[in-house]
C-alpha cells in the first residue's frame, strides 16, 4: 500500500471517528439509525470513490461481499457459544491479505450486515468502528509482514484486538447508562467482563492461526485467476 492509500485509510478512520462521536454526544440514542446510516455511508465512500475512478472492479466488489458474506455467517454459526466466534478472525485475516481499507470495510460492513439478524441498535456505530479498526491495522503494511510470517505475531494481534474490542465496546455501555462517562462505572465493568473476554481474546487467536492459510492460499488463488490488484 503506498502513502496516498494509507493517506485515505487514515483520513476515512477520522471520519468514522467523528461521527460516532457526534452520534453519541450531540444525538438521542433513539436517532441509532442516523448514526448507523452515516457510518456506512463513510464506511463505504471509499468503494464508491475509487469505482467512480475506475480503481476498482466488480471482481474486487464482489469479493470484499464474499469476504463479509463470510464473516457475518461465522458469527451466526457460533451464536450460541458466548465470546466464541470466527468472525474478527475473519476480519483480521481479510486486512492482512487484501490491506488496510478492505480490512476495515470488512470489519465495518460485517458488523452492520451481521446485526441484521442479531438486533441493531446504539451501539452498531460502535461495533463497525471497533471491528473495522481491527481489520484496517491488521493491514497497515508495517504490521501486515510480520503477520504473514509469525504465528506468534498473529495469535498475539488476535489478542490484542480482543481487549481493544471489549474495552471500546464497554465505552458505549457506559455512555449508554446516562449519557456520561464514569471511570469507577468503566472499571467496574471492564472487571466484570473479564471471562467473557479472555474468552473472546482467546478465540480471536485460535481461529486466526486456524484459518490463516486456508484463507490466505484461496485470497491469492483468487487474486491471480481474475487478475484483483
Known amino acids: 500500500m503506498n502513502n496516498r492509500a494509507v493517506n485515505r ?12 462521536i457526534v452520534g453519541a454526544v450531540l444525538l438521542q440514542a433513539s ?5 448507523s446510516m452515516l457510518l456506512v455511508i463513510a ?5 464508491y470513490y475509487r469505482y467512480e475512478r475506475k480503481q476498482i472492479n466488480i471482481k474486487e466488489l464482489v469479493l470484499i461481499a464474499v469476504l463479509t458474506a463470510v464473516a457475518v455467517l461465522g458469527r451466526f454459526l457460533f451464536y450460541m457459544i458466548p465470546a466464541i466466534t470466527p468472525m474478527t478472525a475473519i476480519i483480521i485475516i481479510s486486512g492482512i491479505c487484501l490491506g488496510a481499507e478492505v480490512g476495515f470495510l470488512v470489519g465495518s460492513l460485517s458488523a452492520v450486515t451481521s446485526n441484521i439478524l442479531f ?5 452498531t456505530p460502535f461495533q463497525m468502528f471497533s471491528w473495522g479498526m481491527i481489520g484496517l491495522v491488521a493491514g497497515l503494511p508495517w504490521l501486515q509482514k510480520r503477520l504473514k510470517k509469525s504465528y506468534w505475531f498473529l495469535a498475539l494481534y488476535g489478542i490484542l484486538a480482543g481487549f481493544f474490542f471489549s474495552f471500546f ?12 462517562f464514569s471511570w469507577q462505572r468503566y472499571l467496574a465493568l471492564l472487571l466484570s467482563a473479564v471471562p467473557y473476554t479472555m474468552s473472546y481474546c482467546f478465540s480471536n487467536a485460535f481461529f486466526s492461526c486456524f484459518l490463516f492459510r486456508t484463507i490466505q492460499t484461496k485470497l491469492q488463488r483468487i487474486l491471480v485467476k481474475y487478475d484483483i490488484k
Open 119 to 123: 438486533g441493531q441498535g446504539p451501539w
Open 43 to 47: 464506511a463505504c465512500f471509499p468503494i
Open 31 to 35: 436517532q441509532y439509525q442516523i448514526i
Open 169 to 180: 465496546m464497554d465505552l458505549w455501555t457506559v455512555f449508554s447508562i446516562d449519557r456520561s
Open 9 to 20: 485509510v487514515l483520513i476515512k478512520s477520522l471520519c468514522i471517528l467523528f461521527l460516532f
